[in-house]
């Protein structure tokens, strides 16, 4: 069941320290369908409805050379979650589980990440599907499919040092 805010049984919430967002620089906002947690779905599926990452200057550049990858990991910032709940029961039933044992959008930092399918580019916008998020979400970062950057040789001795 999807939660808005509330405790369910048995879970724990924690003095979380002030959120700061330490860092981060919103690269765009993505646009879907979905207005409510309650509707959007759990996980995006590839069949699902086109959704736009909207990209902000001056970043739009950095889209060059994307339409390559039919492929893409898009990390986004479920900014509506709260961020101190240690324990979770994802079924509201008093089971509980660990927050980092789940893929919940409660967390402390709430990132999500899905590999979507490349639809097309339209100047600073993106079409995908493949998307589970609210509309509005502000987008992270976007990344070509990791599975076309696996090394073809697994690493020899001496590749890698400590600290790389
Ligand atoms: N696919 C991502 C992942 O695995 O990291 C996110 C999965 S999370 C279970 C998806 C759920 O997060 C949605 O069903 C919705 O309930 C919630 N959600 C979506 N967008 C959100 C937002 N901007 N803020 C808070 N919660 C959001």
Request: glycine share 10%.
């Amino acid at each position: 069941m999807v939660r808005e805010s509330e405790i369910r049984a048995g879970e724990v919430a924690v003095e979380a320290p002030a959120a700061t967002d330490a860092g981060l620089v919103f690269i765009g906002r993505i646009r879907t369908p979905w207005t409510s947690r309650l509707e959007t779905p759990r996980q995006g599926r590839l069949d699902g409805p086109v959704c736009r990452l909207e990209i902000f200057e001056p970043w739009v550049a950095a889209l060059q050379g994307i339409e390559l990858y039919p492929s893409l990991e898009v990390i986004y910032w479920l900014h509506m979650s709260r961020r101190d709940l240690v324990l979770q029961s994802p079924k509201n039933d008093g089971a509980v589980r660990g927050t980092f044992s789940l893929r919940t959008p409660v967390r402390p930092n709430p990132l999500g990440t899905s590999m979507v399918n490349l639809v097309g580019v339209e100047g600073a916008t993106v079409l995908v599907r493949g998307l589970d998020c609210l509309d509005g979400t502000p987008l992270v970062d976007l990344k070509p499919d990791r599975c076309k950057f696996t090394p073809l040789a697994p690493p020899q001795k001496g590749d890698y040092q400590v600290g790389d």
